[in-house]
């Protein structure tokens, strides 16, 4: 996995935890929802690219 992947990644992972705690302060379910699957995108593109990582 290319360092630039990585950080997207996990860049991504922790925008949608930011967006997640702020759904929960503002009691917005559909902003609280948005940072979840932010979070699930995130995570499977590491499990993505960790398996291409496995076969080179």
Do not use: C, H, Y
């Amino acid at each position: 996995m290319a360092l630039g992947d990585k950080i997207s990644n996990a860049a991504e992972g922790l925008a949608g935890k930011a967006e997640e705690a702020a759904g929960k302060a503002k009691g917005d379910e559909g902003l609280e929802a948005e940072g979840r699957g932010d979070q699930t995108s995130a995570q499977a593109k590491k499990v993505g690219e960790d398996v291409k990582d496995v076969f080179r």
